[in-house]
T-cell receptor, first 112, second 115 residues
Framework: AQSVTQPDIHITVSEGASLELRCNYS??????LFWYVQSPGQGLQLLLK??????LVQGIKGFEAEFKRSQSSFNLRKPSVHWSDAAEYFC??????????FGTGTSLTVIP | DGGITQSPKYLFRKEGQNVTLSCEQN?????MYWYRQDPGQGLRLIYY???????QKGDIAEGYSVSREKKESFPLTVTSAQKNPTAFYLC??????????????FGQGTRLTVV
């Protein structure tokens, strides 16, 4: 079955520290992958997307993600976290049926 | 400004009542989606539509209904058959230009509470 998994429900990092949020996918063909961020009580904002080509993609707010086919992963990274990055992060993929499917999300807490 | 507008932001429903959540977009997007969000469960697809007058069930369509009479509008009705409707509902839209050509854009959500 097609799916995307975010193994970490909650992560806490110190401000200024590096961040990596994990995402694993299960999909037979080349997936179309996305990372979204959600502030409390708000909609989702796209951080970055991968369709093909360069496996390291840059996004907004200093985020990047690397597509690794051998590991079926699309992890989100940021070199230095800011307090404003505290939010819920969702990995998503897009299938051949034109449906978007989302992981269960990772909640990020940033401590001073 | 182009975007997706969901209304109302907060909605209270008495048990046994039907309620309709509005979703309007002026982005000229072809496809529209409804998701339900519960704590710890991510976003689950309720219904989606790729063209006017056509829509398909997602993973949790039971107790919900939709219509797509206009390209810009995709209202969701939560019926009395939905036994646990309290949740945060998100609407999204995107262009359909081939597989995975563009991302989905989201509204700000409607929080529905059964009282």
């Amino acid at each position: 079955a097609q799916s995307v998994t975010q193994p970490d429900i909650h992560i806490t990092v110190s401000e200024g520290a590096s961040l990596e949020l994990r995402c694993n996918y299960s999909y037979g063909a080349t997936p179309y992958l996305f990372w979204y961020v959600q502030s409390p009580g708000q909609g989702l904002q796209l951080l970055l997307k991968y369709f093909s080509g360069d496996t390291l993609v840059q996004g907004i707010k200093g985020f990047e993600a690397e597509f690794k086919r051998s590991q079926s992963s699309f992890n989100l990274r940021k070199p230095s976290v800011h307090w404003s990055d505290a939010a819920e992060y969702f990995c998503a993929y897009f299938n051949t049926g034109n449906q978007f499917y989302f992981g269960t999300g990772t909640s990020l807490t940033v401590i001073p | 400004d182009g975007g997706i507008t969901q209304s109302p932001k907060y909605l209270f429903r008495k048990e046994g009542q039907n309620v309709t959540l509005s979703c309007e977009q002026n982005l000229n997007h072809d496809a529209m989606y409804w998701y339900r969000q519960d704590p710890g469960q991510g976003l689950r697809l309720i219904y989606y539509s790729h063209i006017v007058n056509d829509f398909q069930k997602g993973d949790i369509a039971e107790g919900y209904s939709v219509s797509r009479e206009k390209k810009e509008s995709f209202p969701l009705t939560v019926t009395s058959a939905q036994k646990n409707p309290t949740a945060f509902y998100l609407c999204a839209s995107r262009f359909v230009q081939g597989i995975g050509s563009t991302e989905a854009f989201f509204g700000q959500g409607t929080r529905l509470t059964v009282v």
